[in-house]
């Protein structure tokens, strides 16, 4: 489990790859890779990822085949920064919200624009996901615990502050890229439990 809110913003530095598998090599600051083991779960971009080794501050992750083609995890490059936070210790300040590390599907950034104080960003999302996104609820994008602006047939909005710009990749988005999206667990759940009881009365 995880928050949702991004520790670091790290940069891959090596991606081998192997039949039907990639793995990312993403230097971590020193202060991150304390306590760190073999088998912890980390979140990059918003994706639980399993460290399978760890070298110095380099730490590796595999990818499956299906990963890679869920998320944007297979656009990454040598050089590109991925957010990055190391799994929820109970007992700890929450201050995003809980979230699980798997990918629901993405969506593409189509408009955005940039002040000083204020970044308005608008994704569009594949429509059968949009009933779940709700104004002012909570959405993960890219791994970053973010509240929901207007929402659309299509799509919903996003505003972000300097800080969230300056702690995590999303201030190197640009038009047409494609942002990981985790719906958020309990909206899920109440969407789907109305469905089925006001189907179940339809039926009766």
């Excluded at 918003?46 to 990963?67: A, H, I, P, S």
């Excluded at 299509?154 to 972000?160: A, I, R, T």
């Amino acid at each position: 489990m995880f928050t949702g809110i991004v520790q670091t913003c790290a940069p891959v530095v090596e991606i081998i790859e192997k039949p039907q598998l990639r793995t990312l090599v993403v230097s971590l600051p020193k202060g991150l890779c304390e306590n760190l083991e073999i088998g912890a779960s980390v979140a990059n971009n918003g994706v639980c990822l399993t460290v399978t080794e760890l070298r110095d501050n380099k730490v590796f992750f595999d990818v499956m085949e299906e990963t890679l083609n869920k998320t944007n995890l297979i656009n990454l490059q040598v050089g590109d920064p991925v957010n990055i936070e190391r799994s929820l210790v109970f007992g700890k300040e929450i201050g995003g919200h809980l979230v699980s590390g798997h990918v629901h599907t993405m969506a593409t950034l189509t408009e955005l624009e940039q002040t000083a104080t204020n970044c308005r960003m608008r994704l569009q999302l594949p429509p059968q996901w949009m009933k779940y996104i709700l104004h002012k609820g909570f959405v993960g994008i890219d791994g970053c615990s973010l509240t929901v602006g207007d929402t659309f047939s299509d799509g919903f909005e996003l505003h972000l502050i300097p800080e969230t710009l300056r702690l995590t990749n999303l201030s190197e988005r640009q038009l047409g890229d494609q942002l990981n999206i985790e719906i958020d667990s309990q909206t899920q759940t109440i969407v789907d439990t109305v469905e089925r009881v006001l189907a179940a009365k339809q039926l009766g």
